[in-house]
């Protein structure tokens, strides 16, 4: 498929991006609704085109006889009715084929309280766009009430196997309109500031899916990145857990005072790591050091490019909201220290 070539043509390497290369039964239909129109109009342009051409080279003028005009057709019912009908059954047939798949990729949210369906484990994750990264907030696993696991760009998930594991996002945003799309797993939907949203899929396969926003937001929207790991049940399990307790304490005397630096600098007015603070003007920083990367799935999380990135931001993503702290280059040391302890 074209569209397919020049998907994999922007990707990096190792980042399918495709549509066509479905992983859940909702891209799948999407997809399919998506071939059936490429055909339809693919079989328009070829009539279309084709009696243009048709024309052009059997009417052209001929150099031996005078210019003469072709006879003219006035009124012609049958062909009237035939260009009318023929328009009007293709977008017929389109309106029905759309409402259907619509039904299946969006049939109704489930409030979280409802009793799910036997074999089923429902997960609800909070999705809210920032300029520009994601935060993410668990609220329920299955029966369990999930509350502070709140995390950012990368969002983890667990499979369905011989039990099903749908996955419901409720899509908010702090500030202008964006749209989460991995589009193996999903189509796209928009999250609007004051208006929430939501999405369902339901993923199968283990593995790691990428995505980008997909609706421009302003200076950094290309960098604006997805990340999601579908996991057995077991590690998603494990994930959670930790996930859910509060932050490692430092356990050396730079990560300590690392720690102190973060308080007493700006750090904190940003960024929660547990405790109390509920800002979340920037990422949860409380299990930094469970992710694999940073500023929204730029760059990985290596020592080296947390401590680039912790002394000038600006540098590798212009316009992102955080400034340069200038601090010396031992108290970025401790600083990246302790943030690369918080596992
Ligand atoms: Cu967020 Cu584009």
Known sequence: MGFAFL???????????STFDTATVQAAQIRDLGVLSLFVAAGILLVVEGVLLYSLFRFRRQPATPPTEPPQVYGSIPIEIAWTVGPLLIVFILVLVVVRTENEVRPRFPEPDEPAPANTERLYVTVIGHQWWWEYRYTKFGSEKLKDVITANELHLPAGDSIKRPVYLTLESVDVCHSFWVPRLAGKT???PGKPNWMWFEPREKSTYFGQCAEFCGAQHANMLLRVEVQSR???RTWLDNQKEG??????SRAKEGQAIFIKQACVNCHRIGGPSESRFGPDLTHFASRKTIAAGMRPRTAENVRDWIRDPQAIKPGARMP??????????KLVDYLMSLE
């Open 7 to 17: 998907l994999a043509q922007v990707s990096p390497p190792g980042e399918n991006l």
């Open 247 to 252: 932050p490692r304490q430092p356990s050396n």
């Open 324 to 333: 340069a702290m200038n601090l010396g280059e031992d108290e970025v040391n």
């Open 190 to 192: 928009d999250l609007i």
């Open 234 to 236: 077991d590690d998603f």
